[in-house]
């Protein structure tokens, strides 16, 4: 069955409905959430933002306890459109609603539009809902480029065999988004190493050739996670940040990380 034929199939009843939940949700919903004020988070990482556009250096003029990518955001976000909240906030909502499409279409493929809006609106509404410390935050943000990497990994296991080329070169692009979200938190890696667990078992079972595939595959997606390292390590030693970067996560997050344990937390 093609996307057209499920599209048809669907009652229109349920796709007027579909599309009005969404733009209900975004209408009521939308502004409020842009008009929200900023947490204590996303306020230190504008304050890095500003020093750094100043010429300073991180972790030596302005502290920052964690990897340098949610900050690094900000800097051409606020370069660009300035310091005003709601500015961050529609960064945000951009990004929500980027994984708002992405997430159903890579669940549900191309077809079903009526249950891929009832979905979008459904994962609006509850981030919409959550409390503003959750809002402008690296967890969501990391979602952007490792949901791009699923789907990159989605639509190569479920399309015919492809030539060498396509298959690296996915495979490095995948790479790529994994390297970027772990420079925003490396949590990331987690999900990344689970997703080329699963990916790997599929293409032992279902491909030709496989063992091939699956080796040049994980060879394009490791040599796309070095080389996002790679693009950040040399920012750092370029800016001449990285004597203090060391110190910091070798030192002082140490100590941070401690301090956030939760036998303390619950103590």
């Not at 796709?15 to 733009?23: D, G, P, S």
């Not at 949700?25 to 890095?48: K, M, N, Q, R, Y």
Request: charged share 15%.
């Amino acid at each position: 069955m093609n996307t057209a034929d499920a599209n048809q199939q669907t009652p229109a009843v349920w796709r007027v409905a579909a599309a009005a939940a969404l733009v209900v949700t975004l209408v009521l919903l939308g502004p409020l959430f842009v008009c929200e004020p900023p947490w204590s988070d996303a306020t230190h990482w504008d304050v890095i933002a500003q020093e750094l556009l100043k010429g300073k250096l991180l972790y030596r003029d302005v502290m920052e306890t964690n990897l340098p990518g949610a900050a690094l955001v900000h800097v051409p976000l606020r370069a660009l459109f300035g310091y005003r909240s709601e500015v961050l906030h529609a960064f945000d909502l951009l990004v929500i609603g980027a994984l708002a499409y992405l997430l159903p279409r890579i669940a549900l493929g191309p077809a079903a539009h009526a249950a891929r809006a009832f979905a979008a609106a459904a994962m609006l509404l509850f981030y919409f809902a959550l409390a503003p410390v959750c809002h402008c935050q690296r967890d969501f943000w990391m979602m952007l480029p490792m949901t791009l990497a699923l789907w990159l990994r989605s639509n190569q296991l479920r399309a015919d065999d492809r030539s060498w080329p396509r298959l690296v070169g996915l495979a490095l692009l995948e790479g790529l988004c994994w390297g970027l979200a772990v420079w925003i938190k490396p949590f990331s890696i987690i999900p990344a190493a689970a997703e080329w667990l699963v990916g790997l078992l599929w293409t032992l079972r279902t491909r030709s050739a496989s063992y091939a595939r699956a080796a040049g595959d994980t060879a394009g997606l490791i040599a796309g996670g070095l080389a996002a390292g790679a693009i950040g390590f040399a920012w750092l030693y370029a800016s001449g940040t990285a004597p203090y970067f060391w110190d910091v996560m070798l030192h002082w997050s140490g100590e941070y990380r401690a301090i956030a344990t939760w036998p303390r937390r619950l103590g």
